[in-house]
């Protein structure tokens, strides 16, 4: 009988006690624990078992389950009597920055602080007796949600210095999702205040802490050392390329198939696996994400449980927001087609927007790309990866993320879309005007906004658009040569619609006094590159095949084709330019 799928659980007690479904991962104990590293950094993608491993080590380890080694019977960190003698002797400070998404530096330096003060409550015995020096007393009782600054960066050092003192052994210390705050800094702008703050306190905690036995760190990202961890040479990273404790986060595919036997579906690996693998870590491929599975075995229904889990709003912003060459290379991903660069797995967050490669770090560590093969190049001396989608899941993920970066004038795209299906120039300029109206600015959403950049980060997020809304009846294809002086996009029908080709072309205002001047100017390269040639040679008749040139001036867009005389600007058949 198949075991009961317990969702969202994150004690590893509570899951023993339930007899909930679980794949032992207590190995990570010992191989950590061998390790002898003093502080190890861990990152894996959201959802990927982080806390559950922190759960079972603070478990394994705590003082205060010294007497529940039971949890651990059948299991195979329980097979080795050595590691028996270790459960439940060391004191633990577990605690988890995961909750705090705060839109502003005072916020989240309130909750962190909250955080803090809440580890000292169950220790509040250590302020009677003569353990503690009046001082030391003082200093507990100062711990609240608004305590100084001083106070909170060492709060971690002075409580393993105090659990030291009573229970005669040093102190393991657990930080989950490090990295959570910092993201949240990021995107609401105040990143260097709690750098500072988080600096203070890692120092304190991991670097200068006579008391600390062995510490943990779990998160998303390898936030560069030059942020945070300028002091921490004692580090040991584990990121997602490593191979130490490759197969101890998320399930292997033999594990995931033998849940799909316990559970009567041993006909559905092949769907099973076309939607959640694809993860690896370091040598280890075929990882499957841990949350798409369980959900998976409670449903039975094939969905983007991960996807879906959480907030993407980083991943969003630095995709909407990029340059040219950045959508460039996410709509090479999105068509299936793999990337070759050079990554730095450290994530500089203040340089997110503008060093070369850093999102597709990013992506790399956030769990949304996948490395498909690694090359060194010896003239360099440098690896370069090739990186595509993970997954079906992912890529779902990613159509609906783009979907919303037309969410606000939703209706208008739409009607624009369906107005292109339909060859109405007329309903095309209407409508393609009121979408650049609503969408220029959220394009080019950085520290100085540019009006001249706002188009080119405009039209190639609007080409990722048609190649997500228009991929069932139309194969979307695009040239990428730079500048936004020329890009056309080809639309080759995979039925009976007819071909379809775009040109896009910026307003020179000492070349073309009028946008339908730099229509026709579009249209006119279409005739000369011949791009119908590629249509006509893949069975699509030439009067099937319409063109459109496109001209942008700001925000202003015009919508010309040869048909409707885009030389002759009176006779255009459009709208007036909004």
Same mark, same amino acid.
Request: aromatic content about 14%; proline content about 2%; hydrophobic content about 35%.
């Given at each position: 009988m198949a075991r009961t799928v317990g969702i969202g659980i994150q004690s590893l007690q509570t899951i023993r006690?339930?007899?909930?479904?679980?794949?032992?991962?207590?190995?990570?104990?010992?191989e950590w624990w061998e390790s002898q590293d003093e502080v190890t950094l861990i990152t894996r993608p959201r959802r990927f078992g982080k806390t559950l491993t922190m759960s079972m080590t603070e478990q394994f380890f705590s003082v205060n389950y010294a007497d529940q080694g039971e949890m651990f019977q059948g299991l195979l960190i329980w097979e080795d009597g050595e590691y028996r003698k270790l459960q439940g002797m060391y004191p633990v400070i577990n605690l988890s920055f995961a909750n705090v998404k705060e839109n502003t530096y005072e916020k989240a330096r309130y909750r962190i602080c909250q955080i803090l003060r809440d580890l000292y409550v169950p220790y509040r015995f250590l302020l009677e007796g003569d353990l503690l020096t009046e001082g030391e007393k003082a200093y507990i009782s100062r711990m609240s949600e608004t305590m100084r600054e001083e106070d909170a960066a060492?709060?971690?050092?002075?409580?393993?210095?105090?659990?030291?003192?009573?229970?005669?052994?040093? =102190?393991?210390? +657990? *930080?989950? &999702?490090?990295?959570?705050?910092?993201?949240?800094? !990021?995107?609401?702008?105040?990143?260097? #205040?709690?750098?500072?703050?988080?600096?203070?306190?890692?120092?304190s905690t991991f670097k200068t802490n006579p008391h600390l036995e062995r510490a943990i760190m779990t998160g998303i990202t390898r936030v560069s050392r030059e942020s945070v961890f300028s002091d921490l040479n004692n580090l040991k990273v584990v990121t997602t390329t490593s191979d130490e404790y490759a197969d101890c986060f998320g399930f292997t595919e033999e594990e995931v198939f033998a849940a799909l036997e316990e559970f009567g579906m041993p006909d559905k690996k092949p769907e099973v696996k076309r939607w959640y693998d694809g993860f690896t870590f370091g040598s280890c491929t075929d990882i499957y994400n841990p949350w798409s599975i369980i959900n998976y075995l409670d449903t039975g229904r094939v969905m983007a449980?991960?996807?879906?889990?959480?907030?993407?709003?980083? =991943?969003?912003? +630095? *995709?909407? &927001?990029?340059?040219?060459?950045?959508?460039?290379? !996410?709509?090479?991903?999105?068509?299936? #087609?793999?990337?070759?660069?050079?990554?730095?797995?450290?994530?500089?967050?203040?340089?997110?927007?503008?060093?070369?490669?850093?999102v597709w770090s990013l992506l790399l560590a956030s769990g949304y790309l996948k490395i498909?093969?690694?090359?060194?190049?010896?003239?360099?001396?440098?690896?370069?990866?090739?990186?595509?989608?993970t997954n079906r899941e992912v890529r779902l993920m990613f159509e609906n993320m783009i979907r919303d970066w037309f969410s606000e004038p939703d209706e208008y795209y739409n009607d624009f879309i369906r107005a292109l299906l339909a060859g109405d120039v007329k309903?095309?300029?209407?409508?393609?005007?009121?979408?650049?109206?609503?969408?220029?600015?959220?394009?080019?959403?950085?520290?100085?906004?540019s009006e001249s950049a706002e188009p080119e980060r405009f039209y190639h997020g609007f080409v990722l658009g048609l190649l997500v809304e228009l991929a069932d009846r139309y194969t979307v294809t695009?040239?990428? #040569?730079?500048?936004?002086?020329?890009?056309?996009?080809?639309?080759?029908?995979?039925?009976?619609?007819?071909?379809?080709?775009?040109?896009?072309?910026?307003?020179?205002?000492?070349?073309?006094?009028?946008?339908?001047?730099?229509?026709?100017?579009?249209?006119?390269?279409?005739?000369?590159?011949?791009?119908?040639?590629?249509?006509?040679?893949?069975g699509v008749r030439e009067e099937r095949i319409r063109k459109y040139g496109f001209a942008f001036c700001g925000k202003r867009v015009l919508i010309g084709t040869p048909q409707t005389g885009a030389h002759k600007e009176k006779k255009l058949d459009t709208a007036p330019v909004l």
């Open positions: 006690e339930r007899q909930c479904f679980y794949v032992d991962k207590t190995k990570f104990i010992k060492m709060s971690l050092h002075y409580l393993s210095a105090f659990l030291h003192r009573y229970y005669g052994r040093k =102190a393991i210390i +657990l *930080l989950d &999702e490090y990295d959570t705050p910092m993201q949240e800094a !990021f995107v609401n702008g105040y990143w260097e #205040e709690l750098v500072s703050f988080t600096r203070s306190l890692f120092n449980y991960w996807a879906n889990s959480s907030s993407n709003s980083l =991943a969003g912003k +630095l *995709l909407r &927001e990029g340059n040219k060459e950045v959508k460039q290379n !996410f709509e090479r991903l999105m068509k299936g #087609e793999p990337l070759r660069m050079e990554l730095d797995e450290q994530i500089v967050y203040g340089e997110l927007q503008s060093k070369r490669n850093s498909t093969g690694m090359e060194f190049e010896e003239k360099s001396g440098r690896w370069y990866y090739s990186l595509a989608l309903a095309m300029n209407y409508y393609m005007n009121k979408v650049a109206l609503a969408t220029f600015s959220s394009f080019d959403a950085g520290n100085k906004p695009s040239n990428r #040569e730079s500048g936004f002086g020329r890009y056309d996009v080809m639309l080759e029908p995979k039925g009976d619609d007819d071909g379809i080709i775009l040109e896009f072309k910026a307003q020179d205002p000492e070349e073309e006094k009028e946008l339908a001047d730099t229509v026709e100017e579009a249209l006119r390269q279409i005739e000369m590159k011949k791009y119908e040639t590629t249509l006509v040679e893949k």
